[in-house]
């Protein structure tokens, strides 16, 4: 399997010890090998990605060693794209969704030309949960993704096949994305690590320059922080054609941290749910972590209201879930109906229906506002970063989620509530998914960010992230702490064998 990480591997073929074919036959074998037990990978793409494999390896055999030398990072190393958007010409992205499984992209998107550009070669597609709205990925469609440590329980979402596939040594790395957290949240029920990138450092559009208002952003999960450094080093940009845009990062190299940084450390769940205690012992062993290695810590947090917060996301998420719907409606010729999607999807979508435009309006003028508090959060107080857990609590048993039979009843009848009574539908259908990952959220509306780091779990324990946030466009601090753990021998990226 894939025991070590992408850079690894990029530096083996460029030294000639490894063909770009041979890694994606190895590629191709383990997803053969592992993918019945995990269901992780969607789609192969197992003849299209050897012979671009031989074509690398031919072109490689003309260049003189300078031209070696000046090869994107990852020439020839194989990757997964995330099923859910990541537009890949010529390919199905399903999104875990009966209504999208014949849909065909005509181009690729400017996130996958990237992932190109940086010399990857595609093997496929890993699973989602429909149209990524859970924080597991379970759909209908393809089935749940089994939790590499345990298979009784799911993976993450909605990045989990990503997740289990990397996890799995499937392959060295996956594209992802994060809407909620759906980076940060398999990142951390598998052990991996998983950034989410400041809003507008990453490559968006064509056609889908906004993504829920700026909330999702796509990038990856990998096993080091060296393969995070190098992939965000690679794809981040300045695109002054998106409707949000940083200046993009100065540095080149990770360079070792040179002072003690601030840190603020909390465990108030945003959404008052009850702290679940193996979620505390991670935080208290991460602040004892990075109290040996010099920095000062501090117990407090950046104050909000978490569930003010989260039912606005829910209206947005129901509004652009209307937009989305309409289009398909158009081009399927007919009115969507609840045997198209699944319970959720479906009550999203009908909810987003009745959300006046006043109550968006004021939505998108709330996220504004906790941008601008959280900012002030680091800035006033002179904290470098914050950490939390990223979930509360393990991966979840598989349906330890699902929605009772009277749930299920209300939400096939959503039409039949009015809007203030399905927003607290909503709520409560996601209140037990989201009492488990309550901290990742927040940097999805404000646009900071936040990185799951695999804090070596105790002996028999699943793992736990911790989540760090940073001030916006300060990716490269998150990098260097990370880093500073890793070296340390505080971070867990290993593969895991998997065996039936």
Known sequence: MFDQDAVYYAEQIKTK?????????KA????????????????????????????????????????????????????????????????????????????????????????????????????????????????????AVNNPHDLSRNAGGSSGGSAAAVKAGMVPIAAASDGGGSIRIPASFTGL??????????????????????????????????????????????????????????????????RPLRIAYSMRVPNLSPLDPQAETLVERTAMYLKELGHEVVPVG?????????????????????????????????????????????????????????????????????????EAFFVDNQFDLWLTPTNNGVAPLHHQLDVTPAMAKDLSHMDAFDGDDQQKLILEMFRSSLSLTPFTQLQNLTGHPAISLPIKAEAGQLPIGAHFTAKIGQEYLLFQLGQQLEDAGYLDGNAVEVVK
């Open 17 to 25: 010890q490894v063909t770009a074919e041979a890694l994606v036959e």
């Open 193 to 258: 690590v998983g950034l989410k990138p400041s809003r507008g450092r990453i490559p968006v559009g064509p056609g889908n320059y906004r993504g829920w208002q700026g909330a999702s952003v796509n990038f990856a999960v990998s096993k080091s922080v060296r393969d995070t450094f190098e992939l965000f080093k690679a794809i981040h940009t300045m695109q002054l054609t998106s409707p949000f845009h940083l200046p993009k990062m100065t540095e080149t190299e990770l360079v070792p941290l040179d």
């Open 302 to 374: 950046f104050e909000y209201d978490g569930i003010e917060a989260i039912q606005a996301y829910y209206k947005v998420n129901g509004v652009e879930t209307v937009v989305m719907m309409e289009a398909i409606e158009a081009a399927l010729g007919r009115p969507i109906t609840l045997d198209d999607v699944e319970l959720v999807t479906w009550a999203i979508y009908r909810s987003g229906i009745k959300v006046p435009a006043t109550d968006y309006s004021k939505i998108l003028s709330l996220w504004d506002q906790l941008r601008v508090d959280l």
């Open 28 to 143: 191709l074998k383990q997803i053969e090998k592992v993918n019945p037990i995990l269901n992780a990978v969607t789609v192969v793409h197992a003849e299209e990605a050897i012979a671009t494999a031989k074509q690398y390896d031919q072109y490689f055999r003309t260049l003189t060693d300078l031209q070696i030398d000046r090869l994107p990072t990852f020439f020839g190393v194989p990757i997964l794209l995330k099923d859910l958007g990541q537009s890949h010409k010529g390919h199905i992205s399903a999104g875990g969704s009966k209504l999208l499984k014949e849909a065909k992209a005509e181009a690729n998107d400017n996130f996958v030309q990237a992932i190109l550009d940086a010399g990857f070669i595609v093997v496929g597609r890993s699973n989602v949960p429909e149209l990524g709205y859970k924080n597991i990925s379970d759909s209908e469609l393809f089935g």
